[in-house]
């Protein structure tokens, strides 16, 4: 089975500083997909930066980056130079290639962003 | 280009009553699939469609069910519903080619309250 845990339930941050969500999962499969989500209070779910699991490589973009431990199956979100539109719930989640293509959810991180 | 839609906003139900939540697809899209996210949790992949035909569920009961229109559009419908089933009901479609994953665009989500 593929889990998705996420430990920290709730975290804040001044604007322009940085902060790191955690992030660990649990798979069998060589071949998978691993994505933040964010979810502002106005809810519609938005894709923040995906990973696949075959690339070495830790995916940028723009002010948020991964941190992709594939031995230790860890996958954590680095948001730099916070601003307060980043205040949002953060969903890590999963998915396998092919298959049905289920997204697999942690149960979120929400992440106030202080002026 | 048009996002995913999903209607209606609110509902409210009583147990035992049936309900059926609509979703469009964004434009080009033939794949769309269904996910609970109760209060406080992460989304819970429901059931995909795919041209048409389920194409993969996950843990839930057969009184969860779903069409998809040639048009791509689709219906997830409840019956005999339960307080539990109180939650966020999120559609999120994609293209689905063979051999790569391709990023699933979410609704707003339609809030169902079972009293």
């Known amino acids: 089975a593929q889990t998705v845990t996420q430990s920290q339930p709730e975290m804040s941050v001044q604007e322009a500083e940085t902060v790191t969500l955690s992030c660990t999962y649990d798979?069998?499969?060589?071949?998978?997909?691993l994505f933040w989500y964010k979810q502002p209070p106005s809810r519609q779910m938005i894709l923040v930066i995906r990973?696949?699991?075959?690339?070495?490589q830790n995916a940028t973009e723009n002010r948020f980056s991964v941190n992709f431990q594939k031995a230790a199956k860890s996958f954590s979100l680095k948001i730099s130079d916070s601003q307060l539109g980043d205040t949002a719930m953060y969903f890590c989640?999963?998915?396998?290639?092919?298959?049905?293509?289920?997204?697999?959810f942690g149960k979120g991180t929400k992440l106030t962003v202080n002026p | 280009e048009t996002g995913v839609t999903q209607s209606p906003t609110h509902l409210i139900k009583t147990r035992g009553q049936q309900v059926t939540l609509r979703c469009s697809s964004q434009?080009?899209?033939?794949?769309v699939s269904w996910y609970q996210q109760a209060l406080g949790q992460g989304p819970q992949f429901i059931f995909q469609y795919y041209r048409e035909e389920e194409n993969g569920r996950g843990n839930f009961p057969p009184r969860f069910s779903g069409l998809q229109f040639p048009n791509y559009s689709s219906e997830l419908n409840v019956n005999a519903l339960e307080l539990d089933d109180s939650a966020l009901y999120l559609c999120?479609?994609?293209?689905?080619?063979?051999?790569?994953?391709?990023?699933?665009?979410f609704g707003p989500g339609t809030r169902l309250t079972v009293l």
């Open positions: 798979t069998s499969e060589n071949n998978y997909y």
């Open positions: 434009s080009g899209h033939n794949t």
């Open positions: 989640a999963s998915i396998f290639q092919g298959g049905s293509e289920k997204l697999v």
């Open positions: 990973q696949e699991a075959y690339k070495q």
């Open positions: 999120a479609s994609s293209l689905r080619l063979s051999g790569t994953y391709n990023e699933q665009f």
